[in-house]
């Protein structure tokens, strides 16, 4: 059973457009969930991360919306520029636990046209 | 802020021999680590998670013979290829975490090629 799933696989948007990337939980004992950036041959890198006491966050021209009731979190990319082309995970733990371990999306591809 | 240094980045080996890929923390304590594959086009998938000083804990359908983990430092962990065959190529990626309530930092990841 997937933990958390992620939508759509891929995103093509235009230079200057806003990227959004949705995801849904299963588990409520999920306390912490990020966003890694992935480019091709690297490890992931941690865009913005959430806890769910707070409804969003920004960073820079990255946003997290998060609905706590809804299970559901997205990434909106605003003005989006070609170096964001990239994978994008997102990703929910519960860290209390000893192991903490994380639970990936399937991944999102992003394209951003010139 | 935290880093992992993982290597090598990539390395090709012949079919039956071991390979070890090494990740360290450079700037924390590493009381967890993890590993994982992941296949082109496709998410991460977890293997192992290894608290330092404990034997590491697979996931179900990875074989722990196969892939062995060290974990013996606050600073090192090493996943080990034994016995390598072309299924097993794929990019391997660790992950560390400095306890309860902190974050994941990742490594660059390993290309690894059985020929």
């Known amino acids: 059973q997937q933990q958390v799933k992620q939508s759509p696989q891929s995103l093509i948007v235009q230079k200057g457009g806003i990227s959004i990337i949705n995801c849904a939980y299963e588990n409520t004992a999920f306390d912490y969930f990020p966003w890694y950036q992935q480019f091709p041959g690297k490890g992931p890198a941690l865009l913005i991360a959430i806890r769910p006491d707070v409804s969003e966050k920004k960073e820079g021209r990255f946003t997290i919306s998060f609905n706590k009731s809804a299970k559901q979190f997205s990434l909106h990319i605003m003005d989006s520029q070609p170096g964001d082309s990239a994978t994008y995970f997102c990703a929910a733990s519960y860290r209390g636990s000893t192991l903490g371990r994380l639970y990936f999306g399937r991944g999102t591809q992003l394209t951003v046209w010139p | 802020g935290a880093v992992v240094s993982q290597h090598p980045s990539w390395v090709i080996c012949k079919s039956g021999t071991s390979v070890k890929i090494e990740c360290r923390s450079l700037?924390?304590?590493?009381?967890?680590m993890f590993w994982y594959r992941q296949f082109p086009k496709q998410s991460l998938m977890l293997m192992a998670t290894?608290?330092?000083?404990?034997?590491?804990?697979?996931e179900q359908g990875v074989e722990k013979d196969k892939f062995l983990i060290n974990h013996a430092s606050l600073t090192l962990s090493t996943l080990t290829v034994t016995s390598a065959h072309p299924e097993d190529s794929s990019f391997y990626i660790c992950?560390?975490?400095?306890?309860?309530?902190?974050?994941?930092?990742f490594g660059s990841g390993t290309r690894l090629t059985v020929v």
């Open positions: 700037d924390f304590q590493a009381t967890t």
């Open positions: 290894s608290n330092e000083g404990s034997k590491a804990t697979y």
């Open positions: 992950s560390a975490r400095s306890g309860r309530n902190y974050g994941y930092t």
